[in-house]
């Protein structure tokens, strides 16, 4: 609280949570503050930013100081809003699933593109011959939805049919969510599996997040990320094991011309081109870079196609 008779206001308030967060750590305390202030009013960051002068109720600083104590505890701020923004729409998150990072737009964005190329030289007239697109490890659903609703807007899903899956009841759920906030409920089935359901069709189009990291390095994360699923980030002892195990079922899971996206963690190109060159020979491989020039999506193409 200010000093004795000082009124609270929207720039005090947002000063104090962000000196309050930076002596907590956070690196990104004035952002931090600006959203969580945000979310306490009920308005965006740029009324906060608009308008300081404008005086904090007793209830907002209540509720400004709850989420400011559970950002001081290593919450990660989109598990305290609830939301979080991917691929230009906003998804809900929370403690079902993995919060959306920015590297996976590159799954929606490349897996966009390889569906508009496919559909644009072999248009698919029937039902049965519609292209097909599979999320494997779908979480919180982003990659699917974000998609989809890409795919909406250029005229193509009436074209598709697009599958998401999870082993985790729990992320599902929270993806149907996601689907039917963005009008998508409709266009996207969502199964309950380990990988893919046994008896799937082969897949145009694979799109997949799956856990990547070592676990070994699960306890060297962030202190946000203890608050993720360990199932979502878990990828066994060189963070490939779940890659590996639907690197096994590709042949089965994508048809002669389709593309598998994986999404993969940094310093992982070298082992993933092993466990490809292992179980896959012949098939084509590229790596697609992130912003930060590392490699980070995984092209795989069966090789025989081409
Ligand atoms: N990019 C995430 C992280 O480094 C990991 C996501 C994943 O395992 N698929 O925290």
Redesign the pocket.
């Known amino acids: 609280m200010p000093p004795e008779g000082v009124p609270e206001t929207v720039g005090s308030a947002l000063q104090r949570a962000m000196l309050r967060l930076r002596a907590g750590g956070s690196e990104t305390a004035r952002l931090d503050a600006e959203l969580l202030l945000a979310h306490a009013i009920g308005a965006d960051r740029t009324a906060v930013l608009a308008h300081p002068e404008v005086p904090l109720s007793p209830s907002m600083a209540e509720r400004l100081e709850a989420c400011v104590a559970r950002r001081e505890r290593g919450e990660p701020v989109a598990y305290i809003r609830g939301i979080k923004e991917f691929h230009g729409l906003a998804f809900t998150v929370d403690h079902r699933a993995?919060i959306p990072?920015p590297?996976s737009e590159l799954l929606v964005e490349i897996g966009a593109s390889r569906t508009a190329v496919a559909l644009a030289s072999a248009p698919r007239r029937t039902d049965a011959d519609r292209f097909r697109i599979v999320d494997v490890g779908t979480g919180s659903g982003a990659v699917a939805v974000a998609l989809a609703a890409v795919l909406r807007r250029r005229g193509f899903l009436p074209a598709v049919r697009i599958l998401a899956t999870d082993v985790s009841a729990d992320a599902l759920a929270l993806a149907v969510e996601n689907a039917v906030a963005h009008g998508l409920g409709e266009a996207i089935r969502f199964e309950r599996t380990d990988l893919l359901p046994p008896d799937e069709p082969p897949a145009d189009l694979l799109v997949a997040?799956?856990?990547?990291?070592p676990s070994e390095d699960l306890p060297r994360?962030p202190v946000a990320?203890s608050f993720e699923p360990a199932l979502?980030?878990d990828?066994g002892p060189d963070g490939l094991s779940v890659v590996r195990r639907l690197l096994a079922i590709l042949p089965r899971a994508l048809r002669p011309a389709g593309v598998a996206l994986l999404?993969i963690?940094a310093g992982e190109a070298g082992a993933l081109q092993d466990a490809v060159d292992g179980a896959l020979p012949g098939w084509r491989l590229e790596f697609h870079d992130d912003l930060a020039g590392i490699p980070r999506v995984a092209e795989l193409m069966p090789g025989a196609a081409r």
Do not use: K, S
């Open positions: 993995l990072r590297e997040n799956l856990p990547y990291v994360l990320a979502a980030l990828g999404e963690g």
